[in-house]
């Protein structure tokens, strides 16, 4: 059974999108570099390529080949899920965030190959390539809607367009929404 088919046959069966299911579905996707190869490519523009594998109601996949650039702080909006490191280590930091205020570091942890992490609903984080060629598998559900991009220089936030992202958008079609924040 080919990669995608494997996607297909593991995500259609769950019967609910709890932390622990989710989590469970990741694992049983086996997934290895040799599965992803076909479906990366490079953006050095950006802090990562995405690409959407799968998605439905319920959940989306997705994965993401890094550049050395970092991804923006950032949430998942009404989103939760689980991060699964395919090969590298990225540096993640999570952080504290008060309504309509500037989202502060709290704690920073390095993710090696072979680990996951998890991603709250609301929770904000950021993440980099520690060593080169870092590719991770996103596990969301439901999939990502309404996510809150943070620029901390310029003291703003943007809701950006499902299509963006953990980037500060470029391009206004990519921007929904945009508010200053307190310092």
Not at 87 to 93: A, D, Q, V
Request: overall charge neutral.
């Amino acid at each position: 059974m080919d990669y995608l088919h494997r996607i297909q046959h593991v995500l259609k069966q769950l019967k609910s999108s709890t932390p622990e299911e989710l989590r469970g579905a990741l694992i049983s996707l086996n997934t290895t570099m040799k599965d992803l190869k076909p479906f990366l490519k490079i953006d050095s523009h950006k802090p990562y390529y995405r690409k959407l594998l799968f998605q439905n109601d319920e959940v989306e996949l997705l994965l993401m080949n890094w550049s050395d650039l970092s991804c923006a702080p950032h949430d998942h909006g009404h989103s939760s899920g689980w991060i699964q490191v395919i090969s590298g280590s990225t540096l993640n930091t999570v952080y504290r965030v008060d309504k309509g205020e500037l989202p502060e570091a709290y704690f920073s942890r390095v993710e090696q190959k072979g680990s996951f992490f998890f991603a709250p609903r609301y929770g904000v984080h950021k993440m980099r390539a520690k060593e080169q060629e870092l590719v991770t598998l996103h596990l969301y559900s439901p999939p990502i809607k309404e996510m809150i991009v943070y620029d901390l220089e310029a003291c703003a936030a943007c809701m950006v367009s499902d299509q963006c992202g953990a980037w500060w958008p470029e391009e206004q079609r990519e921007k929904v929404k945009e508010w200053k924040l307190r310092e």
